[in-house]
C-alpha cells in the first residue's frame, strides 16, 4: 500500500528514500561492449540467441517484413499513429535554431552554423512491453533537425522478427534502417559499429538498466541524449480533485517498472486517503498489477503539506520527470515551477497525453536531472560551428591586444602567431 507522510514531522530526504537501482551491471556491460568491439556481427547474433531467445539469419529488418508488419497491424491504429505524428512534427518544428551572422564596419565577419549530426542510432525499448510511441518520438525530431540516416535498433521478439507495432511506427516515422539488436549490445554496435551496424554519431532513447549504462560508458565515443533513470511522476492537487483520476495517474508510471516511482504531494488529507483506499482498489485490476504494485509498496509517497505552494517547493526539489498539477487554476503556479521535464496543466490534461498524442516529447530527463536537462528534442541531433572573418587591416588594430593577452597566460606561439603577419 502507498505509504501517506506529513511533510511536517518528516524531512523530505526521509520521505523519499527509495529502492535503488540494480546494482552489478557495470562489469557485465563492460564485457558485452568489449565482445561487440572485437567481434561485430558474431557477438551481436550470439547475444540474441541469449538474451532475446532469438536465432536469427540476419540482423537488419527487410523491406518486405515492414510491409507485411504495416499490413498486420489494425488500421485504426495506424491512423492514431499517423495523426499522433503530425501532433509531434508540428510541435517540434518549433524548435528549429537558425544561425546567424555579424557584420562589422572594419570588415570583420562572426556567425555560427547549425548542422544536423550526419547519422543518428535510436534505441526503442522492447521485452516486456513495446512502445512505438519511443520510435516517433525519436525519430521525428531526428528528421525535422535534417539527420541524413536514422538507425533503430530494438530486441526481437522469439521468433526472430521485430513487434509489428514498431515497424509501422519506423515507417511512418521516418527510419531508415532497423536492426534487430536490443540491450547493451545494440548500444555497442551503434557506438562502434560492426559489418552490419553503422557507426553513428549520437544514440538517444530510453532502457532498462543495461542500456542506460552501456550508454554511459560509450558516452564520448559518440554523443548521447541522457541516461535515463526509472520513470517517475510527481501530481499536485487539491480537495477538489478526483481520488480516482489522480489514483490513475500515479498508476500509469507504476506499471512501467518494479523501479518507478509515483508520488503525490497534496494538501488535503481527505484527498490523500481517498487516493490511497482507490489506488489498491485500481492496481488489482491492472494487468501489470505485480509490477505496478511493487513499484506502489516500495517507491510510491503521499506527501501532505500546508499548501500547494508548499507542495510546488518540493516538486521543485524532487525535479521529477513527469509533473501533473491538477488544480482548476494551473497557469497561475506555471511561473513557479523551476524543474520538471513535462509539465501537465489542469484536472484533464493526464501525462499520458504526452507519452502518446499531445506532440511533448515523452524522453525525458529523470532521477532529479531536471534540474539541469531537458526534454529530448531537435535541439538534440543538431550540432553548431562558430566561424570568423578578419580583414588585414582588422586583425592589425588588434594584434597586439591579442599578443598581450596570450602572454599574459604564458603562450608565446598563440601571441607570435597574431603579431608575425605585420613584422617587416
Known amino acids: 500500500?502507498?505509504?501517506?507522510?506529513?511533510?511536517?514531522?518528516?524531512?523530505?530526504?526521509?520521505?523519499?528514500?527509495?529502492?535503488?537501482?540494480?546494482?552489478?551491471?557495470?562489469?557485465?556491460?563492460?564485457?558485452?561492449?568489449?565482445?561487440?568491439?572485437?567481434?561485430?556481427?558474431?557477438?551481436?547474433?550470439?547475444?540474441?540467441?541469449k538474451f532475446d531467445k532469438a536465432k536469427l539469419s540476419s540482423l537488419e529488418v527487410t523491406k518486405e517484413e515492414i510491409e507485411e508488419a504495416l499490413s498486420?497491424?489494425?488500421?485504426?491504429?495506424?491512423?492514431?499513429?499517423?495523426?499522433?505524428?503530425?501532433?509531434?512534427?508540428a510541435y517540434h518544428k518549433n524548435q528549429l535554431q537558425k544561425g546567424f551572422e555579424i557584420k562589422?564596419?572594419?570588415?570583420?565577419?562572426?556567425?555560427?552554423?547549425?548542422?544536423?549530426?550526419?547519422?543518428?542510432?535510436?534505441?526503442?525499448?522492447?521485452?516486456?512491453?513495446?512502445?512505438?510511441?519511443?520510435?516517433?518520438?525519436?525519430?521525428i525530431p531526428a528528421k525535422i533537425a535534417g539527420v541524413k540516416e536514422l538507425c533503430i535498433t530494438t530486441p526481437p521478439m522469439q521468433n526472430g522478427k521485430v513487434n509489428p507495432v514498431i515497424l509501422a511506427a519506423a515507417s511512418i516515422a521516418g527510419a531508415d534502417r532497423i536492426f534487430k539488436i536490443g540491450?547493451?549490445?545494440?548500444?555497442?554496435?551503434?557506438?562502434?559499429?560492426?559489418?552490419?551496424?553503422p557507426k553513428v554519431d549520437k544514440i538517444v532513447g530510453p532502457g532498462n538498466v543495461f542500456v542506460a549504462?552501456?550508454?554511459?560508458?560509450?558516452?564520448?565515443?559518440?554523443?548521447?541524449?541522457?541516461?535515463?533513470?526509472?520513470?517517475?511522476?510527481?501530481?499536485?492537487?487539491?480537495?477538489?480533485?478526483?481520488?480516482?483520476?489522480?489514483?490513475?495517474?500515479?498508476?500509469?508510471?507504476?506499471?512501467?517498472?518494479?523501479?518507478?516511482?509515483?508520488?503525490?504531494?497534496?494538501?488535503?488529507?481527505?484527498?490523500?486517503?481517498?487516493?490511497?483506499?482507490?489506488?489498491?482498489?485500481?492496481?488489482?485490476?491492472?494487468?501489470?498489477?505485480?509490477?505496478?504494485?511493487?513499484?506502489?509498496?516500495?517507491?510510491?509517497?503521499?506527501?501532505?503539506?500546508?499548501?500547494?505552494?508548499?507542495?510546488?517547493?518540493i516538486s521543485n526539489e524532487i525535479a521529477p520527470e513527469?509533473?501533473?498539477?491538477?488544480?482548476?487554476?494551473?497557469?497561475?503556479?506555471?511561473?513557479?515551477?523551476?524543474?520538471?521535464?513535462?509539465?501537465f496543466l489542469g484536472k484533464m490534461c493526464p501525462e499520458a497525453l504526452g507519452d502518446y498524442f499531445s506532440g511533448t516529447n515523452h524522453t525525458l530527463p529523470t532521477s532529479g536531472t531536471a534540474r539541469f536537462a531537458s526534454p529530448l528534442s531537435v535541439d538534440d541531433f543538431v550540432k553548431k560551428s562558430a566561424y570568423s572573418y578578419y580583414t588585414p587591416s582588422a586583425l592589425e588594430e588588434v594584434a597586439d591586444k591579442v599578443a598581450f593577452f596570450a602572454e599574459k597566460e604564458g603562450l608565446s606561439a598563440h601571441a607570435r602567431s597574431a603579431t608575425i603577419r605585420f613584422e617587416k
Not at 8 to 20: A, H, P, Q, V, Y
Not at 26 to 40: A, F, H, L, R, T
Not at 183 to 197: D, K
Not at 217 to 240: K, N, R
Open 183 to 197: 540491450g547493451a549490445q545494440a548500444i555497442a554496435a551503434l557506438a562502434f559499429g560492426t559489418e552490419t551496424v
Open 104 to 139: 562589422k564596419e572594419n570588415g570583420v565577419i562572426l556567425g555560427q552554423k547549425v548542422l544536423p549530426v550526419k547519422r543518428a542510432g535510436l534505441y526503442v525499448p522492447g521485452g516486456t512491453a513495446a512502445y512505438p510511441s519511443t520510435v516517433l518520438m525519436d525519430c
Open 213 to 313: 549504462e552501456a550508454k554511459r560508458q560509450v558516452y564520448g565515443t559518440v554523443s548521447i541524449d541522457m541516461i535515463a533513470g526509472p520513470s517517475e511522476i510527481l501530481v499536485i492537487a487539491d480537495q477538489s480533485c478526483n481520488p480516482a483520476f489522480v489514483a490513475a495517474d500515479l498508476l500509469s508510471q507504476a506499471e512501467h517498472d518494479k523501479l518507478a516511482s509515483a508520488v503525490l504531494v497534496t494538501n488535503s488529507e481527505s484527498l490523500a486517503n481517498s487516493v490511497q483506499a482507490e489506488i489498491e482498489r485500481q492496481v488489482a485490476l491492472l494487468p501489470r498489477e505485480e509490477i505496478a504494485r511493487t513499484s506502489i509498496d516500495n517507491n510510491g509517497k503521499i506527501i501532505i503539506v500546508d499548501s500547494i505552494e508548499k507542495a510546488i517547493e
Open 72 to 89: 498486420l497491424v489494425e488500421p485504426k491504429f495506424i491512423e492514431i499513429i499517423k495523426e499522433a505524428a503530425e501532433n509531434i512534427t
Open 1 to 49: 500500500m502507498i505509504k501517506i507522510y506529513d511533510i511536517n514531522k518528516l524531512s523530505l530526504d526521509e520521505i523519499l528514500s527509495r529502492e535503488s537501482s540494480v546494482s552489478g551491471v557495470e562489469d557485465i556491460v563492460s564485457d558485452i561492449i568489449k565482445d561487440v568491439k572485437q567481434n561485430g556481427d558474431a557477438a551481436l547474433y550470439k547475444y540474441s540467441e
Open 322 to 343: 513527469h509533473l501533473e498539477v491538477c488544480v482548476d487554476n494551473p497557469f497561475d503556479y506555471l511561473d513557479k515551477i523551476e524543474n520538471a521535464g513535462s509539465i
